[in-house]
């Protein structure tokens, strides 16, 4: 088998004809959802969001080991609108031997063995932002992709040649998309990001094989919908924004996607959109072969801060009360740490993780209830940064605790459009004084840190909340500062058990798997990707 | 989903939004050095908005726009009876008129929207520019400016000062300060947070040495600092390194994670008023 994929990878390079005889790459659904020994096969490796590698090769005990076995650089891509170098912002697949990573408008695939590129895809995108690129999802034998210019472009996952292409929103709206669709049985699932036009976010299923829409679900609700109710009006329903640009995650026994929806529109002017806004800035509980909404919860109702709520949504089980229990949690970017039943949506925790004053209690249903003192205004308002961001959190069912680099420090917000029917942002934020980076190990039964790390620096926060985590069963939690150092922690206690300095901040998410027997850590930072494994 | 320094104008900051709230990327450049209509040109694109509207014709347009479609559609052309045009299909697939200029003409009836055959196609592009330019100014926060923000209480201001302020700086520090910074944003940024290259500093013993100065890099791993005589150091932080770190706007730092609305407008209008 070895040889036999070593083989065909020099073909893929040599002849297209050869790569297709091959056919070294096919993921058949049903093999997706298991815990990932042998590859990585979707954004988290599973459909739970934890983040969390059932491997033991890398231990505490072999950490002095581990050292880099190849680097991919990306070189033949210039500066691109908005980044002047290219920035590995995804989570790679590997399958069968083959490494998929991605930035904006280009997929490449990968010798996991060597590094060396066995195909690249060059999209020419017509609008759209090029701020990230999470991924590509791959079904049997075909890897999807989402181009800037909101695209699903089907490619032959063994030679990289497009077998269709479908487009599902209109960049000159300011829709685009970075996300890395989520594959379920037959379904593509496909989220959307956009914001300067007031837009409704939606989800959309696409038929793997034809490319034929099999449904949408819109963020905010249509005419006659009882959910009008917390909107002053359709036409602000409308354009409520709740964007959803980050993959969720499923339960295959409830049959349930569970989403993450993004901020509402107006960004930071609420004074046209009264009322709480659904379904922006919830976790939403979706049917995969239907897309009707099954339950909600609402993180930040009536958001006026960009609070955008992507962060994922981890599934886990834990006894509660002596009986067992469905649960998610996210640790929100609005500062809130939220663990809910998965079946009902109902709250079990909702908790500051990050200091803020902007809350004046929980709804009966748990939902932070926001102080309007503290939203925007003409002369500024003093409020928290967001707290987290689409950089992975992990979940170790080892330890019990959910991990998240966070961020704690504060804003100036002013409202920009102080009219009576604002549009767009309407206003800006402006970081004041130091922000802290922490890494929090939380106790999803009670939203209290059991450790913290506060990563020592001078500057604040870097550009993005990050870097991602993994989790291991050999109690391993891998991540980095924004010092370009990755560090090893180890996941109970939170001590540092290792570092190395890259030539970059992790910046997409790091995955590990064992190829031939070898524990192999993979991860991107900056323009390059990492491979690390034990040397002998 | 924006990055870079502190500091700057909201204006700036409308760009680096992710280092700056956590909020969205945006362009990764360095938007401190450039004049507000590079960052507006930058950002439009960086956001694909095409071309750039004439902004002249939509001086022009404006009065027309107001007397003949404001009712139905909003005097910012965000909706009224009729929709928002700001999303308009008709209006984003128009470059300078060329495909609104025939549909004005004609209307949609059908859907109540009357033609207007009797205007010029120099006043029907006019109109169709000044659409473009409220596009623009919703969708390219590289243009936003913050408003007016002295809506504080001056005497209120200076009580606060009063209370808060004394036992670091005396009236001195606060004489003319408004007349250091070009705005009245600039000014609330700066007396919150005071720029210092050198704020933090640190005291490192090792087994062997000991060294202060100012800390130009720390992480868990390494710490750099300049010395008095303006040497570097670099000390790897290992098992008997001690590092005491010094930090001179501690007491800023808690009046960022303090400080209430009213009172941050009220010491800035108390402020502005020492030119």
Known sequence: ?536 | MCAALLAGSAAVNAFTQERQTGGHEGVQQDYQKMTPEQRSAATREFLGLGLMPDTAAAARGAPLFAQNCAVCHGKAARGAMGPSLITSDRVLTDEHGERLVPFLQKGSPGKGMPGFATMSDQQLTDIAEFLHLQVENVANRGTYKVLNILVGNAPKGKAYVLAHCMSCHTTETFAHIASKFRSPEQLQRNWIWPMHDGSITADVKTSKERFSGRVTEISDFRITLVDKSGKTRTIDRGPGVDVQINDRLAAHQEIVMTLANDDMHNVTAYFETLK
């Not at chain 1, 002849?15 to 058949?28: H, I, R």
């Not at chain 1, 089907?154 to 998309?177: H, M, P």
């Not at chain 1, 249509?222 to 964007?243: I, Q, Y």
């Open chain 1, 1 to 536: 088998m070895k040889l036999f994929a070593a083989i065909c990878a020099a073909l893929a390079v040599t002849s297209v004809v050869g790569a297709s005889l091959c056919a070294q790459v096919s993921l058949a659904p049903n093999a997706i959802g298991k815990a990932p020994i042998n590859n990585w096969p979707t954004f988290n490796g599973d459909y739970t969001g934890e983040r969390y590698s059932t491997l033991t090769q890398i231990s505490t005990d072999n950490l002095k080991q581990l050292a880099q076995q190849w680097v991919y650089r990306i070189t033949e891509v210039g500066a691109q609108r908005g980044a002047p170098v290219p920035i590995i912002k995804c989570t790679p697949l590997q399958v069968n031997g083959v490494l998929y990573i991605t930035i904006p408008d280009h997929v490449w695939a990968l010798d996991a063995r060597t590094g060396k590129e066995l195909w690249h895809y060059d999209w020419v995108d017509h609008g759209g932002h090029l701020v990230g690129q999470r991924g590509v999802g791959i079904w049997n034998s075909t890897a999807f992709f989402l181009t800037p210019d909101n695209w699903l472009v089907s490619l032959d996952a063994n030679t990289g040649k497009e077998n269709w292409r479908k487009n599902y929103a209109d960049a000159r709206k300011q829709y685009f998309s970075t996300s890395a669709p989520l594959i379920v049985k037959n379904h593509v699932i496909v989220g959307v990001g956009g914001d300067a036009m007031d837009m409704p976010g939606f989800l959309d299923s696409f038929d793997p094989v034809t490319g034929n829409l099999q449904w949408t679900w819109w963020s905010t609700p249509r005419k006659g919908d009882p959910a009008l109710k917390t909107w002053p009006n359709e036409a602000a329903s409308d354009h409520g924004g709740g964007m959803t640009w980050m993959p969720g995650t499923y339960d295959p026994e409830l049959n349930l996607l569970y989403w993450p929806t993004g901020n509402t529109n107006p960004v930071f002017a609420g004074q046209g959109r009264s009322g709480a806004n659904l379904w922006t800035e919830s976790i939403v509980a979706l049917d995969v072969d239907t897309g009707k909404l099954k339950w909600y919860f609402q993180v930040s109702p009536h958001d006026t801060h960009d609070f955008d709520n992507t962060t994922a949504p981890i599934l886990f089980d834990r006894i509660v009360n002596g009986k067992p229990q469905r649960l998610v949690a996210q640790a929100a970017r609005n500062g809130f740490f939220v663990t809910l039943d998965r079946v009902t949506g109902k709250y079990l925790v909702v908790k500051p993780y990050v200091p803020l004053d902007y809350s004046s209690g929980l709804s009966a249903q748990g939902e932070p209830i926001p102080i309007p003192d503290k939203d925007p205004s003409v002369g500024g308002s003093i409020n928290i940064v967001n707290a987290s961001n689409w950089p992975a959190p992990s979940y170790s069912p080892k330890t019990g605790l959910a991990y998240v680099n966070s961020v704690e420090g504060k804003a100036i917000y002013y409202l920009t459009d102080d009219s009576d029917n604002p549009s767009g942002y309407g206003g800006t934020g402006a970081g004041i004084g130091r922000e802290v980076r922490v890494l929090q190990a939380i106790d999803p039964l009670t939203g209290i840190a059991v450790w913290k790390h506060a990563y020592p620096n001078l500057s604040n926060a870097p550009t993005t909340v990050g870097p991602s985590i993994l989790t291991t069963a050999s109690n391993l939690l891998i991540s980095g500062d924004d010092q370009k150092n990755l560090i090893i922690f180890s996941a109970d206690k939170g001590e540092i058990l290792w570092h190395h300095e890259l030539n970059a901040n992790e910046s997409g998410g790091i995955i590990t798997y064992l190829l031939d027997g070898k524990p192999y850590v993979v991860f991107g930072a900056g323009d390059s990707l990492y491979a690390w494994s034990l040397n002998k």
